[in-house]
């Protein structure tokens, strides 16, 4: 981090209003991943980021440009949702699931979490929230230590 390893909260410019970092220090380079690619989301959450979506209810992150602008990035259990939704305010993606699918996704061997949000246009935006497994192959650059055991590993 370029601020020397210290967690700062997430600022009302990253999200609608201020978040805390989710992720404790001891869980520092264990961040929710998130990939884009072409209309679809996808995020990956360890097990320690389960635990904490399944008791707070939240969890996420951000990224810093060298410009000073950041793009934060969250899920977010709403006991008022009745759909998983996505939306993009003031530099910040957050997708809403159902606090009651959120429960039975984390306390169950369930992989993930899937939705084709309808957009303007007659589009689709495809959002797919899953659990982390560990990597069948050894990466230097990953650390799996907080990775749900893959289905396939021996």
């Not at 039975?104 to 979490?113: I, Q």
């Amino acid at each position: 981090m370029a601020d020397g390893g210290t967690r700062r909260p997430l600022s009302s410019g990253a999200f609608g209003s201020t978040l805390h970092d989710p992720i404790s220090s001891n869980q520092q380079g264990k961040h929710v991943k998130l990939r884009i690619r072409g209309n679809s989301l996808r995020l990956r959450l360890t097990r320690g980021e389960v635990t904490t979506m399944r008791a707070d209810g939240e969890v996420g992150e951000r990224i810093e440009f060298p410009d000073g602008a950041a793009l934060g990035y969250r899920l977010q259990a709403r006991g008022d949702a009745d759909a998983i939704r996505a939306e993009l305010r003031e530099s910040a993606i957050t997708v809403v699931v159902p606090t009651a699918d959120i429960r039975r996704w984390a306390d169950t061997d369930a992989v993930s979490l899937q939705a084709d949000v309808g957009l303007t246009g007659g589009e689709s935006l495809r959002v797919l929230i899953e659990k982390d497994f560990a990597c069948l192959a050894d990466r230097p650059d990953e650390d799996d230590s907080d990775a749900f055991p893959h289905p396939e590993a021996d």
